[in-house]
């Protein structure tokens, strides 16, 4: 018998289409078509500056965004040769790991609701709300938050982060204790994900598989310990691994990977550089709407020395923060919002940033770099031929390997084995079709 699951089915979240050969109750043959939700991103970059492709890469996996922005950023600066400041490192390293668990935790929660276990399903979708907060008042946003930048992040971590942070992981760990004591040794669980759906190493090797799964079948390799970037050769962290590659293994890695973050997290910010702002040798201090009344009236004398107060989204954006979190580059960096308004030269850097036909202009050349995705090994390959848009922005979506493999881990299993299987594969759509 022919069975389409998909992609109207529930489990199949609207974007992708099983086709599936059964004989009885069991899967003979699987075909998946995806392609539900392309929408041209590689195109959307090529027709925009390079600044103007980082929200492109917030909905590419848009559960654990922050990555994307990083790996992409990254690419571009390897390609225009810029170091970035230590604290902005660190800082990537802290967003990116937040990210990582927010993934895990809607990965988990999700396959756990669809066998059945609703509980664990809202245990974690509680978790994963606390760091949702400290994302937002970090980037300003929640889920499409274009926090990174060529050369650094949008803004400083805000005051106060490292208590809020530190009260919000103890609360994620609980939650994980919870789902841990409810799952791993539930013995409906465990007959539902243990011995189904298996991927072989040989298997995940030929299909270029890597993150959670590829490590779950046994493959040792994370980007982040076999290519360190950003500040990650600092930090002191586990890789867990599986030995059947079945989606036990798949979840019991995955769980593994949330406790190993919330390490990477603590020692983040625990080994952070820069301290304190203080205000300048003046004391002055003005809202920014004053600045900018001041600026247009040609009252500028004086306000180099000034810092300005800006709404919380623009927070840390100020001069006394900007040097923190931003390299002292000029062909890609814009001037804090005092020399823009306050002085002739900032406000041309600003200009030349912005405007068409000028903005950021990589020299001509390629470069690839690759970032340890939620899903695996994300990569971004950028080429540039000088101009301010790029001329080629080419992605490695870490789940489209694992959605090329899924017919092996379906084929010879029951159809009640379809939704768990796929699910342990976490699949996200944006970074699928692109």
Same mark, same amino acid.
């Given at each position: ?331 890609? =960096?814009? !001037? $804090? #919002?005092? /020399? &823009? @308004?306050?002085?002739? +030269? *900032? ?12 903005? =950021?202009? !990589? $020299? #001509?050349? /390629? &470069? @690839?770099?690759?970032? +340890? *995705? ?15 848009? $790029? ?44």
């Amino acid at each position: 018998m022919l069975v389409n699951v998909g992609p109207s089915h529930p489990a199949m979240h609207g974007v992708i289409r099983l086709v599936t050969e059964l004989e009885g109750e069991t899967v003979v043959k699987v075909e998946a078509e995806i392609g539900y939700l392309h929408r041209a991103f590689e195109k959307s970059c090529e027709n925009s500056t390079w600044t103007q492709s980082i929200p492109y890469t917030d909905r590419l996996n848009y559960v654990s965004p922050l990555i994307n922005n990083f790996g992409y950023c990254a690419a571009v600066e390897k390609l225009l040769g810029i170091e970035i400041t230590e604290r902005c490192k660190y800082i990537r390293v802290l967003m990116s790991e937040i990210s990582r668990i927010t993934d895990h935790l809607t990965c988990i929660g999700a396959s756990a609701m669809e066998v059945g276990a609703m509980t664990a399903f809202l245990y974690f979708i509680k978790a994963r709300e606390y760091l949702y907060e400290i994302v937002e008042e970090v980037t300003g946003a929640r889920l499409t938050i274009s926090y990174g930048r060529i050369g650094g992040v949008k803004a400083d971590l805000p005051q106060g982060l490292e208590e809020k942070l530190e009260t919000d992981l103890k609360k994620v760990e609980k939650e994980l204790y919870q789902v841990d004591k409810l799952l791993t040794r539930n013995r409906i669980f465990v007959d539902r994900m243990k011995d189904v759906g298996v991927l072989t190493a040989e298997d995940a090797i030929s299909y270029s598989i890597t993150g959670p799964m590829g490590r779950a079948s046994g493959i040792n390799y994370d980007v982040r310990r076999d290519f360190p970037y950003f500040v990650y050769d600092r930090m002191e962290f586990d890789v867990p691994l599986g030995e059947k590659g079945d989606n036990y293994d798949r979840y019991l890695v995955r769980m593994e990977e949330m406790r190993q973050s919330v390490r990477i997290i603590r020692q983040a910010m625990k080994q952070m550089p820069g301290g304190a702002v203080n205000v300048d040798s003046q004391g002055k201090v003005v809202q920014s709407f004053e600045l900018v009344d001041q600026a247009k009236m040609g009252r500028t004398e004086g306000l180099v020395d000034v810092v300005t107060t800006v709404d919380p989204t623009l927070e840390g954006t100020q001069r006394t923060f900007l040097k923190r979190v931003m390299p002292a580059e000029r062909r890609v =960096i814009l !001037p $804090p #919002k005092e /020399d &823009t @308004y306050g002085n002739i +030269e *900032g406000l041309m850097n600003h200009f030349k940033i912005i405007m068409d036909n000028h903005g =950021i202009r !990589p $020299p #001509k050349g /390629d &470069t @690839y770099f690759a970032v +340890e *995705g939620a899903n695996g090994e994300l990569g971004f390959y950028v080429v540039s031929d000088g101009k301010d848009h $790029p001329y080629r922005v080419r992605v490695r979506p870490p789940c489209f390997f694992g959605m090329a493999g899924l017919h092996r881990m379906l084929e010879g299993y029951m159809v009640a084995d379809i939704v768990p299987t796929f699910g342990s594969i976490n699949m996200i759509a944006g970074e699928l079709d692109r």
